[in-house]
């Protein structure tokens, strides 16, 4: 359970520096670019932790999913930007995919 804690704080780092690179700017507005440094780090050192448990692909997969997931989420929600039927069906698959491998697939742990 602790594997999955970890791989959601690395998920939520990932998420929150992300969405924060559009308000730092290109790097020039100081406090969004602290959010960016500080949030990355997080992310890959709770990743990191994550892979001492879980393969590299499947925790990168899941990592990769959610924060698209969630990014366009929080594009759609803050920035006000949409997305068209297709590229809402893609994000669709990609959350299938994320559900499929937590909740059916057996390689999630060594």
Do not use: C
């Amino acid at each position: 359970m602790q594997t999955y804690l970890f791989l959601g704080i690395a998920i939520l780092g990932e998420v929150i520096a992300t969405s924060a690179l559009k308000a730092s700017a290109g790097f020039t507005q100081l406090v969004p670019s602290v959010i960016v440094a500080l949030g990355y780090l997080v992310a890959f050192y709770f990743l990191s932790l994550t892979l001492k448990v879980m393969p590299v692909g499947i925790a990168y997969g899941v990592w990769s999913g959610a924060g698209i997931i969630l990014v366009s989420g929080i594009g759609w929600a803050l920035f006000g930007q949409r997305l068209d039927a297709w590229g809402a069906i893609g994000i669709g698959f990609i959350l299938l995919g994320v559900l499929i491998v937590n909740l059916l697939s057996k390689t999630t742990m060594h």
